[in-house]
Antibody, heavy 118, light 106 residues
Framework: EVQLVESGGGLVQPGGSLRLSCAASGFSVSANYMGWVRQAPGKGPEWVSIIHSDGRMYDAESVKGRFAISRDDSRNTLFLQMNNLRAEDTAVYYC????????????WGQGTLVTVSS | EIVMTQSPATLSVSPGERATLSCRAS?????LAWYQQKPGQAPRLLIS???NRATGVPARFSGSGSGTEFTLTITSLQSEDFAVYYC?????????FGQGTKLEIK
């Protein structure tokens, strides 16, 4: 059974950093396209970052230079390092397993809330 | 970046009736998905490739359209269908979502 379990969210001050983790089970993170999708309160989802199975990575313009996606194949875990956080980064962050090589989410984690506030 | 626009923002329909949700892309796309989201839950994939139902999705959900105009149709609405629906293109990076249509009970 495919499972994605996020952790690492919380309250952080503007300018601060957080590292989100997504522990995967039932499949190999390294063999799949993986990503992070966020959803601000009352808004639609927004793609943040993705990593292809070959290691290529893409970020949304809104987070470029501040966020970094990575994975640890030995731990079958996906990460999102978030630096220089802003109030507008406040959202529920979902870990996502994409369908084949398409930017479509086939499996979602339960989400972890990141709140950026002083 | 391709902008996805959904209409209407809110749709009120009675159980047992048909709901028709629209999604328009700012430029032609070939890859279009629909998701359903209930309060407190992650979105759930319903349709990919504009018209292909995901595994386990009931046949009352159907997707259609091409180019810039797409439609999600739900026939014989059940109580569990009342939720927010999002379209998303996945032609290229970044894929983008519409702002959603809330389907509520009339």
């Amino acid at each position: 059974e495919v499972q994605l379990v996020e952790s690492g969210g919380g309250l952080v001050q503007p300018g601060g950093s957080l590292r989100l983790s997504c522990a995967a089970s039932g499949f190999s993170v390294s063999a799949n396209y993986m990503g992070w999708v966020r959803q601000a309160p009352g808004k639609g989802p927004e793609w943040v970052s993705i990593i292809h199975s070959d290691g290529r990575m893409y970020d949304a313009e809104s987070v470029k230079g501040r966020f970094a996606i990575s994975r640890d194949d030995s731990r079958n875990t996906l990460f999102l390092q978030m630096n220089n956080l802003r109030a507008e980064d406040t959202a529920v962050y979902y870990c996502a397993r994409l369908i084949a090589s398409y930017y479509v989410v086939g499996y979602w984690g339960q989400g972890t809330l990141v709140t950026v506030s002083s | 970046e391709i902008v996805m626009t959904q209409s209407p923002a809110t749709l009120s329909v009675s159980p047992g009736e048909r709901a028709t949700l629209s999604c328009r892309a700012s430029q032609s796309v070939t890859n279009l998905a629909w998701y359903q989201q209930k309060p407190g839950q992650a979105p759930r994939l319903l349709i990919s490739g504009a018209s292909n139902r995901a595994t386990g999705v009931p046949a009352r959900f159907s997707g259609s359209g091409s180019g810039t105009e797409f439609t999600l149709t739900i026939t014989s609405l059940q109580s569990e269908d009342f939720a927010v629906y999002y379209c998303q293109h996945y032609n290229n990076w970044p894929p983008t979502f519409g702002q959603g249509t809330k389907l509520e009970i009339k």
